[in-house]
């Protein structure tokens, strides 16, 4: 089955510095690629996603790439607040319109941003 | 806040206990999944129904079940407690409408503690 691999489990930058967050996945049929972020205490909420027959996608400081040969895609926050603080997690499907597949979450990211 | 209601939002029962746990989905939306979330295991899931029907099954032990009623709410059963039970569980929602996008929409979770 699908294995999603995600790095850093922690990461620290100071206010105003880009965050990057690593995922890969086994499942060469996944197709569906979304990222969450979790505050203490809350469900995950959906950020950005992607679906495999495109290679960027940008929402304001936020963009996620998608790699499918290497099978890797990545989070990149520009211009971090102290807002963005939380775990942040990557997730992988194997979806066609209509039949969504379940999603495989990798283990999270802490992301901790620095006044 | 996504539309999805989970209630309780925390319970606190024994070993070798049953409790209930139950998932409203967003209005409109036929799938509902239901997902594990614990410290060691990450983000699991568990089962998927639409429309009142099993769809997918994940890592869900058999003291676990789970239904959708007719008005498309959803409870998760869980039997014989253990201490290793104790999670946060949370249940998502979304269309799968021919044509939707597939996005996952979480609750806010419950949180189960095994004493």
């Known amino acids: 089955g699908e294995n999603v691999e995600q790095h850093p489990s922690t990461l620290s930058v100071q206010e105003g510095d880009s965050a990057v967050i690593k995922c890969t996945y086994s499942d060469s049929a996944s197709n569906y690629f979304p990222w969450y972020k979790q505050e203490l205490g809350k469900g995950p909420q959906l950020i950005i996603d992607?679906?495999?027959?495109?290679g960027e996608k940008k929402d304001q400081r936020i963009a996620v790439t998608l790699n499918k040969t290497a099978k890797h895609f990545s989070l990149h926050i520009t211009e971090t607040q102290p807002e963005d603080s939380a775990v942040y997690f990557c997730?992988?499907?194997?979806?066609?319109?209509?039949?969504?597949?379940?999603?495989?979450f990798g283990k999270g990211t802490k992301l901790s941003v620095k006044p | 806040d996504s539309g999805v209601t989970q209630t309780p939002k925390h319970l606190i029962t024994a070993t070798g206990q049953r409790v209930t746990l139950r998932c409203s989905p967003r209005s409109g939306d036929l799938s509902v999944y239901w997902y594990q979330q614990s410290l060691d295991q990450g983000l699991q899931f568990l089962i998927q129904y639409y429309n009142g029907e099993e769809r997918a099954k994940g890592n869900i032990l058999e003291r676990f079940s789970a239904q959708q009623f007719p008005d498309l709410h959803s409870e998760l059963n869980l039997s014989s407690l253990e201490l290793g039970d104790s999670a946060l569980y949370f249940c998502?929602?979304?269309?799968?409408?021919?044509?939707?996008?597939?996005?996952?929409?979480f609750g806010p979770g419950t949180r189960l503690l095994v004493l």
């Open positions: 992607i679906r495999s027959n495109v």
């Open positions: 997730a992988a499907s194997i979806g066609v319109w209509g039949s969504q597949g379940n999603l495989i």
């Open positions: 998502a929602s979304s269309s799968l409408a021919l044509g939707a996008k597939e996005t996952q929409y």
